[in-house]
């Protein structure tokens, strides 16, 4: 009996683990909230970034919250970052991007501090 595997041809899906991983631990370089531990949560077609409000300028208790959404666009092949407006409770487009590591290295500078509060 021969066994035949099949092999995914293109991009892989997101979200995946490989992605996810590859998120966490790029934001270990952050520039901003270093002392917190975020988390990256698959979502349809990317990826949910929380962390603790350490400042408390959103969440009085120090709760997690929402940092940014990564989205891939599968049909025009960008990703979307997205920032949480928190006073609103939706969701602001803040770039487009070819790559992905260059979408993490944007919400890892966060130049405007958008992402980090």
Known sequence: ???SKEVPVGLIPHPNEL????IERAL???KHYRYV???VTPVKDGYLIGS??????IDNDGGQIDVALFHYDAVSGI??????NHARGSW???GIFHRLASAI????TDPERLFWQ
């Open 79 to 84: 990703w979307k970052l997205f920032f949480k």
């Open 105 to 108: 290295d944007e919400l890892n």
């Open 52 to 57: 603790p409000c350490c400042s408390r300028s």
């Open 28 to 30: 270990i370089s952050r």
């Open 19 to 22: 992605d996810r991983q590859r």
């Open 1 to 3: 009996m021969r066994v």
């Open 92 to 94: 602001k487009i803040y």
């Open 37 to 39: 531990s975020p988390s």
